[in-house]
């Protein structure tokens, strides 16, 4: 069955960075486009990113361009973001979750999420 | 940017009832391939969301046929035939055709 485990969330500082980590299984990863989607404490989902199923297309939320990158390893079924530059704001549970087949479509199973908080 | 606006914000449901959730977009979700990227998705307490609906009305995988989708350009419901207890939570629109953007979301109860 489709899984991804989201780690690599925790407390930092404003203005530091922290990489996010998601491992997948159960579905060929490789020909899947991979989206990060977050969630602020108490509000909805805030899509944050989408990776194409090869890496050659990233599509950014106007709220972290310049300052996360997404990347992906197809060999280790695992992908990647980056984040700088953090702020309060961006504290949220960050979701991992599976896109569509060789397409730069919508997710649909998400992780449980790994949780971020920026504070001093 | 593109707004999703949902209604109501909560509702309470008796089971067996007839649920009923409206989202509307602030431009139309009518892509030029002919497809409309309006997607649903719940949010169980204490569980990430789960897609529900793809694309206005198709039922993705698992889903109970008690639930469907419908609408068109901007006007999308989510009808729930019968609510069942599992059925509590918190149910968000999503559209796809510029990024993705979710309502606001709409807190559905039990009676």
């Known amino acids: 069955q489709v899984q991804v485990v989201e780690s690599g969330g925790g407390v930092v500082q404003p203005g530091r960075s922290l990489r996010l980590s998601c491992a997948a299984s159960?579905?060929?990863?490789?020909?899947?486009?991979m989206h990060w989607v977050r969630q602020a404490p108490g509000k909805g989902p805030e899509w944050v990113v989408l990776?194409?199923?090869?890496?050659?297309?990233?599509y950014y939320a106007d709220s972290v361009k310049g300052r996360f990158t997404v990347s992906r390893d197809n060999s280790k079924n695992t992908v990647y973001l980056q984040m700088n530059s953090l702020r309060a704001e961006d504290t949220a549970v960050y979701y991992c979750?599976?896109?569509?087949?060789?397409?730069?479509?919508?997710?649909?199973?998400w992780g449980q999420g790994t949780l971020v908080t920026v504070s001093s | 940017d593109i707004v999703m606006t949902q209604t109501p914000l909560s509702l309470s449901v008796t089971p067996g009832q007839p649920a009923s959730i409206s989202c509307k977009s602030s431009?139309?979700?009518?892509?030029?391939?002919?497809?409309?990227?309006l997607f649903w998705y719940l949010q169980k307490p204490g569980q990430s969301p789960q897609l529900l609906i793809n694309?206005?009305?198709s039922r993705f995988s698992g889903v109970p046929d008690r639930f469907s989708g419908s609408g068109s350009g901007t006007d999308f419901t989510l009808k729930i035939s019968r609510v069942e207890a599992e059925d509590v939570g918190v149910y968000y629109c999503?559209?796809?055709?510029?990024?993705?953007?979710f309502g606001q979301g709409t807190k559905l109860e039990i009676k």
């Open positions: 979750a599976k896109g569509e087949w060789l397409v730069d479509g919508r997710p649909d199973y």
């Open positions: 159960g579905f060929t990863f490789s020909s899947y486009g």
């Open positions: 990776i194409s199923h090869d890496g050659s297309n990233k």
């Open positions: 431009q139309s979700l009518l892509y030029s391939d002919g497809r409309t990227y």
């Open positions: 694309e206005v009305s």
């Open positions: 999503m559209q796809g055709i510029h990024l993705y953007t």
